[in-house]
């Protein structure tokens, strides 16, 4: 991998290189940043748990979207969508249930799973994993013909 002096170079391999753990901080900073601010203008309220479980989705979405590179966005979405329900599952399981803080309770909603998450709020969490995944192409440097490929689901041709 060659080092060159301008800039476009050296943030491409501070993300993609040898020192990917830098991204995945970063993503995790944002998400820790950012997810917060989203559940302050959706529920008018937060818990710090949800700067860790936040930080955590996006630098996990990051990290797989790093390995899944040639996967359509629709499944790279979905997969989001379903970590972020998982990593939902397990705060609220500890969160909630273990230490008894009771940041949300989704026991009225139907279909939940021991009132920590709901099938509702996965469509949601697809969804919002589409600007993470966007992001991460950005940060990975992949061209738009790449992205428009994964969108569009573009055959190759023999």
Same mark, same amino acid.
């Given at each position: 991998?060659? @080092? #060159?002096?301008?800039? $476009?170079?050296?943030?491409?391999? $501070?993300?993609? =290189?040898?020192?990917?753990?830098?991204?995945? +901080?970063? &993503?995790?900073?944002?998400? !820790?940043?950012?997810?917060?601010?989203?559940?302050?203008?959706?529920? =008018?309220?937060?818990?710090?748990?949800?700067?860790? !479980?936040?930080?955590?989705?996006? !630098?996990?979405?990051? @990290?797989?979207?790093?390995?899944?590179?040639?996967?359509?966005? !629709? $499944?790279?979405?979905?997969?989001?969508?379903?970590? $972020?329900?998982?990593?939902?599952?397990?705060?609220?399981? %500890?969160?909630? +249930?273990?230490?008894?803080?009771?940041?949300?309770?989704?026991?009225?909603?139907?279909?939940?799973?021991? =009132?920590?998450?709901? *099938?509702? @709020?996965?469509? &949601?969490?697809?969804?919002?994993?589409? *600007?993470?995944?966007?992001?991460?192409?950005?940060?990975?440097? #992949?061209?738009?013909?790449? %992205?428009?490929?994964?969108?569009?689901?573009?055959?190759? #041709?023999?």
């Amino acid at each position: 991998m060659k @080092y #060159r002096r301008d800039g $476009i170079d050296i943030m491409q391999n $501070i993300f993609t =290189g040898k020192k990917s753990s830098i991204s995945n +901080l970063l &993503f995790f900073s944002g998400g !820790a940043i950012l997810y917060p601010c989203i559940e302050l203008m959706w529920r =008018g309220r937060t818990h710090w748990s949800m700067s860790v !479980a936040g930080g955590l989705c996006t !630098a996990i979405i990051h @990290y797989a979207n790093m390995k899944l590179k040639r996967k359509p966005l !629709a $499944i790279k979405c979905c997969l989001g969508g379903m970590l $972020i329900t998982g990593v939902e599952f397990l705060t609220g399981c %500890i969160v909630n +249930l273990v230490l008894g803080l009771n940041v949300w309770d989704y026991s009225n909603t139907p279909l939940n799973i021991l =009132g920590q998450v709901c *099938p509702l @709020y996965t469509i &949601f969490w697809i969804l919002l994993s589409l *600007p993470v995944i966007i992001a991460s192409n950005i940060a990975l440097g #992949r061209r738009k013909s790449q %992205i428009s490929k994964q969108i569009i689901f573009i055959k190759r #041709r023999a």
